[in-house]
């Protein structure tokens, strides 16, 4: 637990930094000349997708590895950036939309981008109705390694999909050298980050519970078997 | 081939509970386990283990010394279990088919019809499973698990439900199994029966073994007086 | 090899006797298409028709997913599972004789739902019968495959019924949209992309090869 803590207060002085910086500069940063101070949600929006996709090809790697390895600490990792994952992964279907209102006049379009990321949030919410309703938990780390695997396989595969169905470019084109205005690259920088730094936290926090949880989930058997 | 089967080291756990607790075990081919103990102790457990059904949590398993894929272990071993595995749609000579077939066993239908009549069967060969009665089912499957000529065949309280005449029958059969060579560990709350077929038995108590005195078993008294204080010591234990 | 033709001929010979899935997925289907017309009848001229072939393909997924869930109904009974966890094979024959059976049944379904909807919405597709079999069997394929892994895994969960289609479902996008686009194709232009049926392909394959692979670890206790 003293390692933990340490952890966590790494983590959080880390986050604490990085979203300082991060706040102030998108306060410092110009307001957009077409669109407004609206798109200073973006400097939510965009560094949050990193946490969703990140979210998802860890969860995807440590189900992986416990397959292969059977060691518990694998599983509570996938079970802890997924609930991390799909948090980000929210935050991005909130922004986006509050920002398509406001730019182009609708909350939602069948973009290749949107719809993707609906998608995967979609993959991340049945991987955890299939933790919660499997029984015994052992089963639950082996059922839901195997789908976070096959849930990742298809998100190439999603992204050739919708291609192929003209699900295209409405959405912004990404962020190339020198699309951005002068005094927005500092904000998006220090956004992706603090994503990160945010993840990280949330994670280590998330960690600790579910070591808390398998703790008390021992001394629960324990308890039991002494009773019995 | 030294041994039928031997495991170091077996443990199963499901989550925070530990099923079974590092157990260690050499069966000699021709040789009969009988494993006793209070219901929910795990014995049930020891023997899907042993089946190749569930993955040990920590420890080996190996099963006829040359076994040494999970595949090959399960060809190995013929399991009994609480339900008979049979599909209540097919006839009980199509399910010892399919068996047959799943075992990749040269002339699938000769195998089944001398498995049929191994355990005279030949009756109700063509009822549907689902049709068969208790005592029927039971030797059906006892049929299935033999067809494929296991090494090792695992019997989870096979007397269960079955008439005076029908429990005489399979003892008669486990004894002339055991005679051919083959090992059996079997899972029974009938220490009678135990008695009269074990060389060895270990009672299992929440998950942990103890062995008893390979003198219990001459008799179906000392050998129910054994258990009880094998079980009394291990659950007054901490 | 032989434990697939083994669970391959009893899932078939189980189904030819008592034939309930095939009947539940044929009647559900029609139904499915009664009321796709109801809902979304289709207009006079090429737009108001553009969504047809769409509309066949959620008559064939609900018919897919009906018979999916019902895949591994039948070795609940007497724990037949056990018995093909217990065969000394590699388990992913298994997958593969289990995925096969619900395979030719969704076929034959298809092929009836095609004939209804061809009644229902005023299609001729006698023309294009050949090429659509082929992209309704590559659909089937992609379904059927991790269809059946998920089965396996939903029939040991709580609200069985309901966890098949939530885990399904978001998978079965790129099957979905590379065979509506061919359909689309097919029936409105006569043609079939070779975009889609790469799509099918390649969706196909990686499923059946994942499945074939984690099948091993579903059917553990």
Same mark, same amino acid.
């Given at each position: 637990?003293k390692?933990n803590?340490k952890?966590?207060?790494?983590?959080?002085?880390?986050?604490?930094?990085?979203a300082g910086?991060?706040?102030?500069?998108?306060?410092?940063?110009?307001?957009?000349?077409?669109?407004g101070?609206?798109?200073?949600?973006?400097y939510v929006?965009?560094p949050?997708?990193?946490g969703?996709?990140?979210?998802?090809?860890l969860?995807a790697?440590?189900?992986?590895?416990?397959?292969?390895?059977?060691d518990?600490?694998?599983?509570?990792l996938?079970?802890?950036?997924a609930?991390?994952?799909?948090?980000f992964c929210?935050l991005?279907?909130?922004?986006g939309p509050?920002?398509?209102?406001?730019?182009?006049?609708r909350? +939602?379009t069948w973009?290749?981008r949107?719809?993707?990321?609906?998608?995967?949030?979609?993959v991340?919410v049945?991987?955890?109705?299939?933790r919660?309703f499997?029984?015994?938990?052992?089963r639950?780390?082996r059922?839901?390694?195997?789908?976070?695997i096959?849930?990742?396989?298809?998100?190439?595969l999603?992204?050739?999909?919708?291609?192929?169905?003209?699900?295209?470019?409405?959405h912004?084109?990404?962020l190339?050298?020198g699309s951005?205005?002068?005094?927005?690259?500092?904000p998006?920088?220090?956004?992706?980050l603090t994503?990160?730094?945010?993840?990280?936290?949330?994670?280590v926090?998330?960690?600790?519970?579910?070591?808390?949880?398998?703790?008390?989930d021992?001394?629960?058997?324990?308890?039991?078997r002494r009773e019995? | 081939?030294s041994?039928a089967?031997?495991t170091?080291?077996l443990?199963?756990?499901?989550?925070p509970?530990?099923?079974?607790?590092?157990?260690?075990?050499?069966?000699? $081919?021709?040789?009969?386990?009988?494993?006793?103990?209070?219901?929910?102790a795990?014995k049930?457990t020891?023997?899907?283990?042993?089946a190749?059904l569930?993955?040990p949590?920590?420890?080996?398993?190996e099963?006829?010394?040359q076994?040494?894929t999970r595949?090959?272990?399960?060809?190995a071993?013929g399991?009994v279990?609480?339900?008979?595995?049979?599909?209540p749609?097919?006839?009980?000579?199509?399910n010892?088919?399919?068996?047959a077939?799943?075992y990749?066993?040269?002339? $699938?239908a000769e195998?089944a019809?001398?498995?049929?009549?191994a355990?005279e069967?030949?009756?109700?060969?063509?009822r549907?499973?689902?049709?068969?009665s208790?005592?029927?089912?039971?030797?059906?499957?006892i049929?299935?698990?033999?067809?494929h000529?296991?090494?090792?065949v695992?019997?989870?309280?096979?007397?269960t439900?079955?008439?005076?005449?029908?429990?005489a029958?399979?003892?008669?059969?486990?004894l002339?199994?055991?005679?051919?060579g083959?090992?059996?560990?079997v899972?029974t709350?009938?220490?009678?029966?135990?008695a009269?077929?074990?060389?060895?038995a270990?009672?299992?108590?929440?998950?942990?073994?103890a062995?008893?005195?390979?003198?219990?078993?001459?008799?179906?008294?000392?050998?129910?007086?054994a258990?009880?204080?094998a079980v009394?010591?291990m659950?007054?234990?901490? | 090899?032989?434990?697939?033709?083994?669970?391959? +001929?009893?899932?078939?010979?189980?189904? +030819?006797?008592s034939?309930?899935?095939?009947?539940a997925?044929?009647?559900?289907?029609?139904?499915v298409?009664?009321?796709?017309y109801?809902?979304a009848?289709?207009?006079?001229? $090429?737009?108001a028709?553009a969504?047809v072939p769409?509309?066949? +393909?959620?008559?064939?997924?609900?018919?897919g997913v009906?018979?999916?869930?019902r895949?591994?109904?039948?070795?609940?009974?007497?724990e037949?599972?056990?018995?093909?966890?217990?065969?000394p094979?590699?388990?992913?024959?298994?997958?593969?004789?289990?995925?096969?059976?619900?395979?030719?049944?969704?076929?034959v379904?298809?092929l009836a739902?095609?004939?209804?909807?061809a009644l229902?919405?005023d299609?001729?597709?006698?023309?294009?019968?050949?090429?659509?079999?082929?992209?309704?069997?590559?659909?089937?394929?992609?379904?059927?495959?991790?269809?059946?892994l998920?089965?396996?895994?939903?029939?040991?969960?709580?609200?069985?019924?309901?966890?098949?289609?939530l885990l399904?479902l $978001?998978?079965?996008v790129?099957?979905?949209?590379g065979a509506?686009?061919?359909t689309?194709?097919?029936?409105?232009?006569g043609?079939?992309?070779?975009?889609?049926?790469?799509?099918?392909?390649?969706t196909?394959?990686?499923?059946?090869?994942v499945?074939f692979l984690?099948?091993e670890?579903v059917?553990?206790?």
């Amino acid at each position: 637990m003293k390692r933990n803590t340490k952890l966590l207060r790494a983590t959080a002085g880390c986050l604490a930094a990085c979203a300082g910086l991060w706040a102030f500069f998108i306060w410092r940063a110009p307001i957009d000349s077409m669109q407004g101070p609206l798109q200073k949600i973006l400097y939510v929006h965009v560094p949050c997708v990193l946490g969703a996709y990140l979210g998802f090809a860890l969860t995807a790697a440590s189900g992986a590895l416990y397959l292969w390895r059977r060691d518990e600490r694998f599983d509570r990792l996938s079970a802890a950036s997924a609930e991390v994952g799909v948090l980000f992964c929210t935050l991005v279907l909130l922004t986006g939309p509050i920002w398509a209102k406001g730019t182009w006049g609708r909350w +939602w379009t069948w973009d290749l981008r949107l719809t993707l990321t609906l998608l995967l949030y979609l993959v991340y919410v049945s991987y955890l109705l299939l933790r919660s309703f499997t029984e015994g938990s052992e089963r639950a780390a082996r059922f839901a390694a195997v789908y976070a695997i096959a849930g990742l396989t298809v998100i190439p595969l999603n992204y050739f999909a919708i291609d192929l169905a003209g699900g295209r470019t409405v959405h912004p084109e990404n962020l190339g050298r020198g699309s951005l205005g002068a005094g927005m690259g500092a904000p998006f920088a220090l956004g992706m980050l603090t994503a990160f730094a945010a993840f990280a936290h949330l994670l280590v926090r998330r960690l600790e519970v579910g070591a808390l949880r398998a703790a008390l989930d021992r001394a629960e058997a324990e308890a039991m078997r002494r009773e019995a | 081939m030294s041994f039928a089967l031997r495991t170091q080291g077996l443990e199963k756990r499901f989550g925070p509970l530990v099923a079974l607790h590092a157990l260690d075990l050499e069966l000699a $081919p021709g040789s009969a386990l009988a494993v006793l103990g209070p219901n929910g102790a795990g014995k049930s457990t020891l023997l899907r283990l042993l089946a190749g059904l569930a993955r040990p949590s920590a420890g080996t398993l190996e099963v006829a010394a040359q076994a040494r894929t999970r595949a090959a272990q399960r060809r190995a071993v013929g399991l009994v279990g609480h339900a008979t595995f049979l599909t209540p749609t097919l006839t009980t000579r199509e399910n010892l088919l399919l068996a047959a077939r799943l075992y990749g066993l040269d002339s $699938p239908a000769e195998r089944a019809a001398r498995a049929l009549a191994a355990e005279e069967l030949e009756a109700v060969a063509e009822r549907r499973a689902g049709a068969l009665s208790r005592g029927l089912a039971q030797r059906a499957a006892i049929a299935r698990a033999l067809l494929h000529d296991p090494k090792l065949v695992l019997l989870d309280e096979p007397w269960t439900g079955l008439d005076a005449r029908a429990a005489a029958r399979l003892s008669q059969r486990l004894l002339a199994e055991k005679r051919a060579g083959r090992a059996l560990v079997v899972v029974t709350h009938d220490l009678a029966r135990a008695a009269g077929l074990a060389d060895r038995a270990l009672v299992l108590v929440r998950g942990r073994a103890a062995w008893l005195d390979a003198a219990a078993l001459h008799d179906t008294a000392a050998l129910e007086a054994a258990a009880a204080r094998a079980v009394a010591r291990m659950e007054s234990e901490r | 090899m032989s434990a697939l033709y083994a669970v391959l +001929w009893k899932d078939l010979v189980s189904e +030819w006797r008592s034939r309930d899935r095939l009947v539940a997925m044929g009647v559900f289907s029609l139904l499915v298409v009664v009321v796709l017309y109801l809902a979304a009848p289709p207009g006079v001229g $090429p737009e108001a028709r553009a969504h047809v072939p769409g509309l066949l +393909w959620v008559a064939y997924l609900f018919a897919g997913v009906l018979g999916l869930n019902r895949a591994f109904a039948t070795e609940l009974e007497n724990e037949a599972l056990s018995l093909l966890a217990l065969a000394p094979v590699e388990r992913g024959f298994v997958f593969l004789g289990k995925a096969l059976a619900s395979f030719v049944l969704l076929l034959v379904v298809q092929l009836a739902t095609a004939i209804a909807f061809a009644l229902a919405f005023d299609l001729d597709l006698w023309p294009v019968a050949g090429r659509l079999a082929g992209v309704a069997a590559l659909g089937a394929a992609g379904l059927c495959s991790v269809g059946t892994l998920f089965s396996a895994m939903a029939v040991r969960t709580q609200y069985r019924e309901v966890m098949l289609p939530l885990l399904l479902l $978001p998978l079965l996008v790129p099957v979905l949209l590379g065979a509506v686009r061919a359909t689309n194709a097919l029936l409105l232009e006569g043609t079939l992309p070779w975009p889609a049926l790469q799509l099918l392909l390649v969706t196909d394959g990686v499923f059946a090869i994942v499945s074939f692979l984690t099948f091993e670890v579903v059917l553990d206790e």
